[in-house]
């Protein structure tokens, strides 16, 4: 399963971005789906997740200026990113699970997307 993550860029503080991202290959189910960041030399952390069921949980500074949502029929995820601060700056990646279907039947899979960049100015 891919993922392929879009909606990166430069934005000044204060700004909105919207990340998607969108899975293709032979996919069974989807599990949870979220985002996650890394800074310049930084590890990469969580910034929000959505279950299948759509129950959603975010790091706490993002809480209140991000908002994870998920379209299950088009298998995508969205990150809505307001009031963007300049240690939001980091890049982005995408991050999905779930079953996916093979030769040799039905798997669990764990995918990546690509990374976005996100930077945003003072």
């Known amino acids: 399963v891919q993922l392929q993550a879009s909606g990166g860029g430069l934005v000044q503080a204060g700004g909105s971005l919207r990340l998607s991202c969108a899975a293709s290959?032979?996919?069974?189910?989807?599990?949870?789906m979220g985002w996650y960041r890394q800074a310049p030399g930084k590890q990469r952390v969580l910034v929000a997740i959505?279950?299948?069921?759509?129950?959603?949980n975010y790091e706490d500074s993002v809480k209140a200026r991000f908002t994870i949502f998920r379209d299950n029929a088009k298998n995508t995820v969205t990150l809505q990113m307001n009031s963007l601060k300049p240690e939001d700056t980091a890049v982005y990646y995408c991050?999905?699970?779930?079953?996916?279907?093979?030769?040799?039947?039905?798997?669990?899979?764990?995918?990546w997307g690509q990374g976005t960049l996100v930077t945003v100015s003072s």
């Open positions: 290959g032979r996919i069974s189910s989807l599990g949870t």
């Open positions: 959505i279950s299948s069921s759509g129950s959603t």
């Open positions: 991050n999905a699970n779930g079953l996916e279907d093979t030769v040799w039947g039905r798997r669990v899979f764990a995918s």
